[in-house]
């Protein structure tokens, strides 16, 4: 028997073992380099005898090889895409509902403020630091405003029902 005849008949073996180890796309692939591997590596060795155990101790090199660098990539244990669950579009209504609702309570809370804690509020979300208040609010001293802030949010904190939630 001639040798790309031994290598054809050897390939179908090589595919049908490899097949039953892994996917069909890898195992053609691996009986791919097992052949090069033969061809270039391996031309001196021509009797079937020898030529089956050596393709199939290449192979198993190979699909080692292979599984090892699976696990290294993390491809492994890699779930299917089919199965990972669609992106979240945006919060559930219950969610959305209790926010609206605090938001609310927010708002009639601040309504009932006085005009100084109002203001307060108002330039600390504006993004302005203790100091640039104090000389909005034309105060000699940055303690006074301090104080006052922590009036302010206590007596919203009391207007809100004594919980930010």
């Known amino acids: 028997m001639h040798r790309d005849d031994i290598l054809i008949s050897l390939r179908e073996r ?14 053609e692939d ?19 005898t020898e030529l ?5 101790q290449v192979l198993r090199f190979k ?23 669609l992106a979240n579009p945006g919060d559930d209504p219950a969610t959305l509902l ?4 605090r938001v609310e309570r927010l708002l009639a809370a601040v309504a009932q403020l006085g005009e100084r804690c109002r203001d307060l509020f108002r ?17 000699p001293s940055i303690n006074t405003i301090y ?4 009036r302010c949010r206590k007596q919203l904190l009391s207007l809100m029902g004594g919980t930010w939630e």
Request: net charge neutral; glycine share 2%.
């Open 98 to 101: 209790d926010q609206k609702q």
């Open 14 to 27: 090589i595919l049908a073992f490899a097949t039953s180890r892994v996917s069909r796309d890898l195992a």
């Open 123 to 139: 330039w600390k979300l504006e993004g302005n630091s203790f100091p640039e208040i104090q000389r909005l609010m034309q105060q």
């Open 147 to 150: 104080t006052w802030d922590l």
């Open 63 to 85: 699909m080692l090889d292979a599984h090892r660098k699976s696990l290294r990539r993390g491809e492994y244990h890699q779930k299917s895409v089919d199965e990972l669950p």
């Open 30 to 48: 691996l009986t791919q380099e097992v052949l090069v591997v033969l061809q270039e590596k391996y031309a001196r060795v021509t009797e079937l």
């Open 52 to 56: 089956v155990p050596l393709a199939f």
